[in-house]
């Protein structure tokens, strides 16, 4: 299985990688862990004339904090990120979500950014900058601009990164006070794409009430999606006035454009989703409580 | 396409050569470098049994462009014993008959070397976990998880 | 005692047959259909060829009329085959059917240029639902006239009709098993290199029969066996996947003599999943009657296979297998058995670990929903019909006649190792705490060691060399059971001599003596005895040198430790370095009648049609009922395959096979949608169970000897035969509060959740 013939450029900077993608457009292709892009082009399921390797462009890598943000390099390892006190402390989500990337061997590879352009579904980055607002730093030929993650996913596979543009770094908001942070995952096997996955973020205010919550949804769309009706019954609620098997019931209503194949119907991602909501519900409630 | 020259580190020794930008870091070992114990299971990063250390992190080197590597160290199987003899971790997937046909072995013996590099003492989940990426259709995992369990066991002995 | 094969294989220094290196070699891809049925109207090669680097693109007119003869040893010349041409000829059968073959400097170049064949295709209807292909009017192969391929059955008696109708009571259940095949890590592979000055031909295969694949390439080739020389080193896995040549292998057979240059094919995984095989692909309509007890009176199977579009042959035997094994290690007076076997427009049915295995699932499953039905503990249900090691030989309602097997002993000991009771009492706890926990058991029995045809005998040469070091030559076959270290064990048990002085040599047609390869779960029985029938010769020979030297007599002189002495006297003796020097230097000094030298081979011939052997698997399991998830908790292996060689090797074989069995219950699907397209056709959908998802496996040993060399019984097929229904009875225990009957395969974690509500089924 081997790919089909292609040029490769190794730009070291954003702007000279973007040069290089705006002379080719369409027919070019960003490379960053190759963990996904690879396996494609080996199965021959898509092909590029040029791979755009952007893994020596030392501007997209590095962890840092920046204001009331977590600034996290798009070209940083899956496994740098999990390596880093920096996250665990500042963005628990992200960095519980990361051991349930793939396996070891991928996430010395593969890279944040990659899996945020990339933009599957059923991945964990992307429900994890969903549900904490993220933005998104992308580089184009006419400058940078940065795209909120709400506005970031476009549709299966897809996102606002033009052809000629180059995600260069996420901006996690950190939150502080009393929190509680869970990612709950079904996959068939341990590293598997998730069937439904839930990422939740939630504060409590000093009277145990609901502050703020987030609630994303991992593998129940297109794109990863929010569960604002779920939000919205616990926000302003007495923590311990909500009932955790109702938010993930809400959550798994709120997702709209449900997939079905070969491992399960709607109706059964729906039932499962309701079950991992709750099940992360329950584990940031308790950390947040003891906050 | 135009060929690159990529110069590359494999198993300390240098090596040179001119290859097209798609060839993958397993090819490139296999017909280049002649190092035929990196096996192609699937050639599309799922099954692990072409893994090897690179920079010391246990990679698919099916997923890794030969170009990618340019200016890299790679240590293959062929590269983990140094004095002709077999490292503790190949001598306990030996006394713990972890391997049948052999074909993931080279895959599983890197990946559980560079495991136990960055965790000396895990427990039996985070075994299994750090080899959930490392398909096996011999041994059942049995002998394996036995193997693995005997370094930790053996090399926290000699520690203390 | 630690393998001799692992020391290359550890440190990468294996030869399988994609390292194997020939100069001038070039490489072979294949064009494949992506149409389960379709007229080949045309096949345009003018474009791929003009790709620099490219030698040839071959179809079937180059390639087909190559052939003189294609018939395989087990099945014969005149056996009713299924017609396989190499190259898809005017009609394309499954996706994947081999149509064009192109031969380049590089697969990536063959790659490259088989993108570039234009085939004309006019799609047909297909026939993809085996359960109505029969009735299709589509016809897979027209020239065979239907798509039954064959049927053998057993009318049933009146006897047994009346049975059926009075019995207290009846379970009857229509059981499926999917589609799912043996995935070896290595896919399958061969390079064949002509010598265009003499015609000779070399082969370099990942195959478990290197003798096999001679004798049928000559056939087919029209080149004397003896002229072609097959060798293999190491191959990576088989499971039956790799006994018999496939269409492909015939292919590059062909083609290099055709083009005079060597020509490797490597297959890719895709390729591997799409087209070398499929397996367990059926289901039967199954009846059991029981007395008030719970006695079995009788058991009846209506069982039917997807056999694909080119089955390895000969199906139709392996579904006669089902019918008449059904009745497994039980005491049933009657049964009978109906067995059809049908083409469909798919990938070909292979052999695969325990090809027949649908036997034990279908009467496992059924025996636990009987026993729920009747209010009676399946272990107890077991205990009141399994056949107990004096009640035999016994010999089966069908005819199979079962003996030195202890299935109700295994029973007992299996249970007795979980703390049966315990469990029962643990289940109970959790039940009342919404968590459902269960166990399963599975019982069979299974002919090892087949004793017919090629099969029967298997030959072994041993060398004593002139320095006392021992070199034993046997067939091989290996693709991972040992058996290296096996036959080095044996020698060297057998002469009396350090393991480190044996060195082994197998899989080259050159070198060792006919052997049908490894499969049937042969190799242990036969290599122990024709290893043990020719080192007899050379003890014999050993013991009249010595006895003649140190004038004593030959029945006084032992051997150990790599000496030969005489007992009672054991500074009296000579190492058999000295031995070997006078047999090999000084012929004229030896006794009368004793040769010179020390080598000799000889040729064992299998007792017994078949060596039986039993398990029994215990499993138990938790299923998170609002996902379908299943955990299996703990598994337990009582297996009797007599003495053993190598208790590691034996237990190797058990959890490898165990573990397919539950990737094929919990995982594994060789899925293909309503038009005959494989969906899972990569490892990202094709899933294999990792370490994550296996228990530890533990294991109870009970010995009964077989009447065969040293007792030994076959161990490699057993794991996949009776894990299957261990899970499937597990996980319905531990569902049966919600009153679920599970007769349908793969238990996906969507199934489970589906057998409990099966609103989930609707689409959204």
Not at chain 1, 12 to 21: D, H, K, M, Q, S
Not at chain 3, 626 to 649: F, K, Q
Request: contains cysteine; hydrophobic residues 45%; negative net charge.
């Amino acid at each position: 299985m081997k790919a089909a013939p292609f040029a490769y450029d190794a730009p070291t900077t954003p702007e000279e990688a973007v040069g290089v993608l705006a002379e080719h457009g369409d027919a070019a292709k960003v490379l960053a862990g190759g963990q996904s892009l690879l396996p494609m082009l080996a199965l021959r399921l898509a092909v590029f004339d040029r791979l755009v390797d952007v893994g020596r462009i030392g501007a997209l890598q590095g962890i840092e904090r920046r204001g009331d943000a977590l600034w996290i390099g798009a070209g940083t390892t899956d496994a740098a990120v999990e390596r880093s006190a920096e996250v665990a402390s500042a963005a628990p989500l992200v960095a519980r979500a990361t051991p349930l990337i793939g396996h070891l061997q991928i996430r010395n590879r593969g890279t944040l950014g990659g899996s945020i352009a990339h933009a599957d579904p059923a991945a964990e980055y992307p429900a994890v900058a969903l549900a904490l607002d993220a933005s998104m730093d992308v580089l184009g030929p006419g400058g940078r601009r940065t795209v909120a993650a709400a506005d970031f996913f476009t549709g299966l596979w897809s996102t606002v990164v033009e052809p000629d543009e180059l995600l260069v770094g996420v901006s996690f908001p950190v939150w502080s006070g009393r929190c509680g942070f869970a990612v709950e995952e079904f996959a068939r096997r341990h590293g598997d794409f998730a069937i439904a996955g839930a990422v939740v973020a939630v504060e409590l205010g000093g009277d145990d009430g609901v502050r703020r919550c987030a609630v994303g949804l991992i593998g129940m769309g297109s794109t990863p999606l929010r569960a604002p009706t779920a939000e919205k019954a616990a926000t302003g609620a007495a923590v311990g006035g909500v009932d955790a098997d109702e938010i993930g019931r809400l959550a798994a209503a709120d997702a709209v454009g449900v997939p079905s194949d070969l491992h399960g119907t709607a109706g059964y991602r729906r039932r499962v989703c309701a079950a991992v909501v709750t099940r992360a519900w329950t584990k940031a409630v308790e950390e947040a409580r003891r906050g | 396409m135009d060929e690159i020259v990529v110069e590359v580190r494999v198993n300390g020794a240098p090596r040179r050569a001119q290859v097209e930008p798609r060839l993958t870091l397993a090819d490139f070992l296999r017909e280049r470098c002649r190092l035929t114990g990196t096996h192609l299971g699937c050639e599309h990063g799922v099954c692990g049994a072409c893994t090897v250390l690179l920079d010391g992190a246990a990679v698919r080197s099916c997923l890794v462009l030969a170009v990618q590597a340019q200016g890299r160290e790679v240590t293959t199987v062929e590269g983990l014993a140094t004095d002709g003899g077999l490292t503790d971790v190949q001598q306990a997937f030996r006394d713990c008959h972890g391997l049948q046909c052999g074909f993931c072995t080279p895959g599983f013996v890197v990946t559980v070397t560079a495991m136990l590099a960055d965790d000396p003492a895990p427990d039996d989940t985070a075994v299994r976990e750090a080899l959930s990426g490392n398909l096996c259709r011999c041994t059942g995992y049995q002998g394996i998880l036995a193997a693995v369990r005997s370094v930790v066991d053996e090399r926290a002995k000699e520690a203390s | 005692m630690p393998r001799v094969e692992d020391a290359r294989l550890l440190t990468g220094r294996g030869t399988y047959v994609d390292d194997v290196l020939v100069p001038g070699v070039l490489h072979a891809c294949f064009v494949r259909s992506p149409f389960a049925r379709a007229a080949v109207r045309g096949v345009e090669v003018g474009e791929a060829q003009a790709v620099p680097g490219v030698r040839a693109v071959l179809t079937a007119a180059d390639l087909n009329p190559g052939v003189r003869e294609q018939w395989h040893t087990s099945i014969g010349p005149q056996g009713p085959e299924t017609a396989r041409p190499p190259l898809a000829e005017g009609e394309v059968r499954f996706v994947g059917d081999p149509v064009a073959l192109v031969v380049a400097e590089s697969r990536h170049l063959a790659e490259d240029a088989a993108d570039l064949v234009d085939v004309d295709y006019e799609p047909l209807p297909a026939v993809i639902d085996y359960t109505t292909a029969e009735q299709a009017d589509a016809l897979v192969h027209e020239a065979h006239g239907s798509n039954l391929i064959g049927t053998i059955a057993i009318p049933a008696s009146d006897r047994l009709t009346e049975t059926f109708a009075s019995a207290a009571h009846v379970a009857s259940e229509t059981i499926r098993q999917q589609g799912y095949a043996a995935v070896p890590m290595e896919a399958r592979g061969i390079v064949v290199v002509p010598d265009p000055a003499t015609g000779d031909l070399t082969i370099y295969a990942a195959t478990q029969a290197p003798h096999e694949w001679r004798l049928f390439c000559s056939r087919l080739l029209g080149i004397p066996e003896h002229r072609i020389r097959v060798v293999m080193r190491d191959t990576g896995g088989g499971f039956g996947q790799k006994v018999l040549v496939q269409r492909e292998d015939m292919c590059i057979m062909l083609a290099a003599p055709h083009l005079g240059v060597p020509v490797k094919w490597v297959e890719d995984r895709r390729e591997n999943l799409m087209a070398a095989g499929k397996s367990r692909e059926e289901q039967a309509d199954v009846r059991m009657a029981f007395d008030e007890d719970g006695t079995i009176l009788a058991a009846d199977i209506d069982f039917v296979s997807d056999c694909g579009a080119y089955p390895t042959p000969w199906p139709v035997m392996t579904a006669a297998a089902v019918g008449a094994l059904f009745p497994g290690p039980y005491r049933v007076p009657a049964a009978t058995f109906a067995t059809r076997s049908v083409y469909t427009n798919t990938v070909g049915r292979t052999a695969y670990r325990g090809p027949w295995q649908f036997e034990t699932l279908a009467r496992e499953v059924l025996l636990d929903i009987a026993a729920r039905d009747m209010g009676i503990d399946p272990v107890d249900l077991r205990r009141r019909n399994l056949l107990r090691h004096d009640e035999l030989p016994f010999r089966n309602p069908n005819g199979m006649a079962y003996d030195n097997v202890s299935p109700l002993e295994t029973l007992e000991q299996a249970v007795e190792m979980l703390g049966y009771e315990a469990f029962r009492a643990q289940q109970a706890a959790a039940r009342v705490e919404g968590r459902y926990l269960g166990v399963g058991v599975s019982t069979y029995v299974e002919p090892s060691t087949p004793g017919y045809g090629a099969y029967a005998t298997e030959a072994a040469t041993i060398r004593i060399e002139p320095s006392g070091k021992v070199n034993v030559y046997i067939a091989g076959g290996s693709t991972g059971n040992s058996i290296e270290t096996t036959v080095v064990q044996l020698t060297a048990d057998a002469l009396g001599v350090p393991i480190e002085d044996v060195a082994t040599i197998q899989g080259d047609t050159a070198v060792t003596g006919f052997g049908a390869g490894a499969a049937g779960s042969r190799s242990g029985s036969m290599t122990a005895g024709a290893v043990r029938d020719t080192a007899a010769i050379l003890r014999e020979r050993i013991r009249a040198i010595v006895a003649h030297k140190l004038e004593a007599a030959a029945e006084d002189v032992e051997l150990a430790d790599g000496r030969a002495s005489v007992r009672g006297t054991p500074s009296a003796g000579l190492t058999l370095a000295e031995v070997a020097g006078l047999a090999y230097f000084d012929p004229y000094g030896l006794p009368p009648g004793v040769p010179a030298g020390l080598e000799a081979s000889a040729r064992y011939t299998a007792e017994a049609r078949s060596i039986w052997v039993n398990a029994t698997h215990l499993c138990t399991c938790e299923v998170d009922v609002a996902t379908g998830a299943v955990r299996l908790l703990r598994y337990i292996v009582s297996e009797d395959c007599g003495p053993m060689i190598n208790p590691n090797v034996v237990e190797g074989q058990i959890a490898g096979g165990a573990v397919q069995g539950i990737g094929g219950v919990l995982y594994e699907h060789l899925a293909y949608d309503d038009a005959g397209n494989p969906v899972t056709t990569t490892f990202m959908d094709y899933l294999l169970p990792t370490a994550t998802e296996v228990p530890v496996i533990e294991y109870g040993h009970i010995e009964t000897p077989s009447p065969g060399p040293g007792g030994y019984k076959g161990v490699g097929e057993g794991g996949a035969i009776g894990a299957p229904p261990a899970v499937v009875n597990a996980v319905a225990d531990a569902l049966s509060p919600f009153g679920v009957r599970i007769t349908s395969l793969p238990l996906s974690p969507f199934e489970v959740v589906a057998l409990l509500d099966p609103s989930v089924r609707e689409p959204a």
